[in-house]
């Protein structure tokens, strides 16, 4: 499977499918539902039923169950659209056939180099094949990896009508990156019992909990005055921004948080004398956590107001998503099977906290339970990104090992 799951992610990375957070669209981007309708018609070519594109450009599919008719059915899901945090335009992967442990040099012009000093997992895959980017864009792992790996799977229990199975479900997303993956989707059509993100990282991941998440936004109201004349009269509104961002805990953000750790991170900051604008992102392992962080900013408000004027800043805070693990522990017989696949496919299970979010936690909460496993790739959204490919084959196996055994579930 490796050397078709290779080609389907090199095909697929090379539409650019950067979610865009102000478009107002579903999907927010054109190249999403460009890649949609590839992906369809892949899965017509392949063997699948009920192949559909919908209004929203989510991407849905059946493959019909081969004699186990009264098996649970399963369902796979993984998005198409890449960070807007980086460019995804003119991705060209570059694939090191044997990767020797040592720097590899993405971008001779700019000197750009994927170090295993940097990052010294790279060493976990030393003699492995790799797929790295030309230092320009980023990759694109994160999710095309598991597009290509649900494909593949799909494909080769189609081409071996021997290996008996029950009905499984697959959707593709669009608009994950930016917290929107799950709004038009339609449980009750996809029609899954269960089903597993393919959206984790390295080799053996499988996740079941995760950030509790909100968003933030702070105006500050300034008042602009001739600096010549200002003494008394200005507020800058620039630097009380600065004032207020002083408020926040300085070790509490994602550069000194790891495991279990939530954290405060200004994603923007812009601004004039007279007006500017903070945006945040919280996120927190606990309810009680997060709910911390959000009086905080509240507190942080209030203080701003106190020495500024009433008015003067103004807090806006949305959830975005919560916890799934709430939702999984009743069903937990599913992360289980998840864990029993892996050990059965030749992967070391290596149960981890996501921290970020998934289609899977805001689906978990919409009655569908969708923990997550590897995908296989490795420092996401940015030029560094890299996939080892014996890693994508497994995800493979491993897809197809959990549709085989929730297969077996029916005669139990």
Known sequence: MEKKVVERFIR????????????GKTPSSDGQRELARVLANELKAIGLHEVEVDLWGYVYATLPANQIET???????????????????????????????????????????????VFPELRHYIGQQ?????????????????????????????????????????????DEEIGEGADHFDV????????FTI??????????????????????QGSSVHPGYAKG??????????KLLAMVPTFEVPEHTDGYQGFYHVTRIEGTVERAEIEFILRDFTLEG??????????????????????????????????????????????????????????QPKIVPIRGGTDGSRLSYMGL????????????????????????????EVIVKIATKVGLMATK
Request: charged share 25%.
């Open 71 to 117: 098996a649970p059915v399963v369902g796979f899901v993984a998005h198409m659209d890449t960070s807007p945090d980086f460019t995804g335009e003119c991705v060209s992967p570059q694939i090191i056939p044997d990767y020797d442990g040592k720097d590899i040099l993405l971008n001779p012009e700019k000197n750009i180099v994927l170090s295993p000093l």
């Open 12 to 23: 697929y990375v090379k539409y650019n499918t950067c979610s865009d957070p102000i478009s």
């Open 130 to 174: 790799l797929i790295v980017t030309d230092g320009n864009t980023l990759l694109g792992a994160d999710d095309k990896a598991g597009i290509s790996e649900i494909i593949t799977a799909m494909e080769y229990l189609t081409e071996h009508p021997e290996i008996k199975h029950g009905k499984v479900k697959i959707a593709f997303t669009p």
């Open 290 to 347: 997060i709910e911390e962080r959000k009086q905080l900013l509240q507190t942080v408000t209030r203080m701003i107001n106190s020495e500024f004027g009433d008015g003067t800043a103004e807090l806006a805070i949305k959830d975005q998503y919560f916890n799934m693990r709430e939702k999984i522990e009743p069903v937990k017989y599913i992360v289980d099977l998840a864990e029993e696949a892996m050990v059965e496919s030749g992967v």
């Open 199 to 220: 959206d984790g990282g390295e080799l053996g991941e499988l996740e079941f909990e995760n950030f509790n998440a909100a968003g933030a936004r702070i105006l500050i």
């Open 369 to 396: 339970p969708c923990p997550n496993i590897f995908a296989g790739g490795h420092n996401f959204h940015g030029k560094y990104e890299y996939v080892p490919t014996p890693s994508m084959a497994k995800a493979c």
């Open 188 to 195: 009750t059509k996809f029609g899954a019992e269960f089903a």
């Open 233 to 242: 009269k200005m507020k800058n509104a620039v630097m009380i921004a600065n």
